[in-house]
């Protein structure tokens, strides 16, 4: 165990030591987590690649321009986001994966386009499909792994999946008070990380960006949440029905013995130590027993820690703890850290990655598996970006072998 946390803290060390002399700006804003897409990519037309591609962005202009004019008379933002993804495996049989993520996110805020209310409807609509034979659960069977190696099709069969996972109205109350009420998903309000955002961003392993621990980033439901936010500090907590579905409009699900209730606390300090920003969250939950028979979940709590802070202008750092004492998810425990150089090759929008993480399945007759992420995203157009990634999990804990290896591709269009 002291031979592979050596070899990732060394892993990290070296990312830190390769950044380079050009300053960069910090990472992608969380304010909605993933969703965060809508204020990154308001103009792509505004934003620099290695490759201008100039007669392709001719040719989207008109589109453009009708999404700035829809944005500016009907208060419509939009961002229509596609990303393919392939992986496979380096050291076996278990071949490969393939799939693509499309996602339809919206905000509609009924104001003129130079007031600055914020308050209005978001929507968040995902298709997913399999283009092989495996979907992502059946490729991790094979391999023998259990730690989920991206965020595609899981369960029975290799077809496609719809959901809606956010449809909502937020209202601000002043400058520190936020509220939103609908059908909410936790990713985009809670336990966050703007150096571990999204498998469709900037690492590929769920083990790092997303929580596979506590039941709560396994479903969305009706309910509401609210924020209150002071310069260095904020609270919030989330009330939600537990069994909720990805039906569109199913409104009818809220039952006062199935909730489940999220709290977060967080420190959001300007300057850590002359270091620059951070973010500190501690977000515990509870949730009701749901259900009965075979899907049956009992009740039960968790806590999870998530941490990220810049290191100058050039390194960004994380780390993120779970644990849950009911056993709804695959994993018990997960520990995870990871660094990100940002503007490795002089771009704004590159990122360099390395991330390590170790995670305890609730089955119990399971050993602890441990992993290493790392990736290279390039902004390779205005609208498009490319990233190569490598995984290593060690001890794969459905399998004998020692180690798993995996390789992967991913593109990711956002108009």
Known sequence: MMRKLQLSLGMLAVAGAAAGEETGERPHQTSYGELSVLEEYRDPAQRTGHLAMAPAIDALQPYFNFKASLSERAGIHYVVEYAPLFQTQLDGGAGNTAGDEANFILKWTPTVADSDDENGLLAWYQFQNTFTEHNTSEFMQRM??????????????????????????????????????????????????????????????????NNPVVPYTGRLGLGAFVEYKEEQWYVSTMVR???????????????????????????????????????????????????????????????????????????????????????????????????????????????????????????????????????????????????????????????????????????????
């Open 241 to 415: 029905q537990a069994g909720g579905t990805s039906q569109w409009f199913e409104f009818d699900e809220l039952h006062a013995d199935e909730l489940e209730y999220v709290a977060e606390i967080a420190l959001t300090p300007e300057n850590v130590f002359g270091l620059g920003e951070g973010v500190y969250r501690f977000t515990p939950s509870w949730t009701d027993a749901v259900g009965d028979g075979v899907a049956a979940q009992p009740s039960g709590w968790s806590i999870s820690v998530s941490a990220d802070q810049d290191i100058g202008d050039k390194l960004g750092a994380l780390f993120r703890y779970a644990y849950a004492n009911e056993d709804f998810r695959d994993f018990k425990q997960r520990l995870s850290l990871g660094a990100q150089i940002k503007q490795p090759l002089g771009m704004q929008n590159d990122r360099i990655g390395v991330g390590a993480w170790w995670g305890e399945p609730t089955d119990r007759d399971l050993d602890g598996e441990y992993g290493l992420d790392a990736f290279w995203m390039i902004q390779v157009a205005p609208f498009m970006e490319l990233s190569a990634d490598l995984q290593l999990v060690l001890d794969p804990a459905l399998s004998n072998r020692n180690q798993a290896w995996m390789g992967g591709l991913r593109m990711r269009f956002v108009f």
């Open 144 to 209: 023998g792994v259990l730690s989920p190696l991206n965020g595609g099709v899981t369960g029975e069969g290799n077809g496609s999946s719809d959901f809606l996972q956010h449809f909502a109205w937020e209202q601000h109350f002043g400058e520190r008070w936020r509220l939103m009420a609908g059908k909410l998903t936790s990713r985009v309000l809670l336990n966050l990380n703007r150096y571990a955002i999204s498998d469709r961003e900037d690492f590929f392993s769920p083990m790092l960006v």
